[in-house]
């Protein structure tokens, strides 16, 4: 079996020493796809028995996703620390508030060493406006364990967050069924 | 809790109807994330009790990805059909075979009316190289179940298929620590 995840790629020298290093990964751009794929790395890494856990920004603490509903059932532990947010939000303070002390807990689970994959959801968000320095950001990730991937979803990913980062992926909008042709978020397909 | 999956997005006006309906989705282009996307959304479908199943092309028949090892775990369905094809395969008839073999399953499978979404992974490959007609396979997702949603991943995304999906997606790459820092595939982040 190999481990070319693309096949319609040249492999890549498979005689080379396999670096082996946790990688920050970020999943930005205006399409869908960017927590979708998370996921699935989530689910990928449960398949191999890693200790991964998923830290939501801005969504409803007590919201039940469909991500959420699988994470319970799957013993994944999944923390969702806001008040849905959007443009449509009353309270700004208590909205960055809690994005603050969100990030201090995932500060804390990065720098614990006790996992090996840590999502954190729409983290773009909150560094974007400005509610949490992105300097802390690199310099906590500069400290991560070795082995830890973090991988972090949402737009407008800053750029020192872009250049510290391994591995950026753009999701881009192709085509998009709400705009065109008036259909609304699908539960299972996106929530 | 609104559904706006975006928070940074005017929310779409909520007053209109929802239209329900099962979506033809593609995920495309040459950076990560694409089987990934359609991982995170087996994960949220099956969290929904949702009715799954995953047809994988061209990966090794008997490969034991992390998605294989997780859906095996989740009682998933995920067929895998192929030789583990690259550049280096010898015999490309036996390739082209099998991936017919299973369009052919996947074809069963999106007209029973049993499941709530079907995954055609890495799919676009033999629509690509001309070994399945693409004019079949938009020829039975016109006959799909209406609320069935389908979702295919690969590169090279056919036209004829793009203009009849409802979602497409590229994932574009931006950073990649393998050519850059000369890491390889890391096993749980993406397989």
Chains 1, 2 share one sequence.
Not at 119 to 124: A, G, N, S, V
Not at 134 to 144: A, E, H, R
Request: glycine share 8%.
């Amino acid at each position: 079996m190999t481990e070319t995840t693309d096949p319609t790629k040249e492999p890549q020298s498979v005689k080379g020493p396999r670096i082996k290093k946790g990688l920050v990964v970020i999943n930005t751009g205006d399409g869908k796809g960017k927590t979708t794929a998370a996921l699935g790395v989530l689910l990928r890494a449960w398949g191999r028995n890693m200790r991964v856990e998923m830290f939501q920004f801005l969504k409803h603490t007590g919201g039940m996703f469909g991500e959420k509903r699988a994470a319970v059932k799957l013993g994944i532990p999944i923390k969702a620390m806001g008040d849905g947010f959007t443009w449509r939000s009353k309270d700004m303070d208590r909205t960055q508030e809690l994005a603050r002390e969100q990030w201090e807990n995932c500060k804390k689970a990065i720098l614990s060493d006790e996992h090996d994959v840590i999502i954190l959801d729409e983290f773009t968000y909150p560094l974007h406006y400005g509610w949490i320095p992105v300097q802390d950001v690199v310099d906590t990730l500069k400290n991560k364990p070795h082995m830890l991937h973090v991988i972090i979803t949402g737009r407008y990913a800053p750029e020192e967050l872009v250049e510290f980062a391994d591995l950026v992926t753009e999701m881009r909008e192709i085509k998009h069924p709400y705009r065109e042709q008036g259909i609304k978020a699908q539960p299972g397909l996106e929530f």
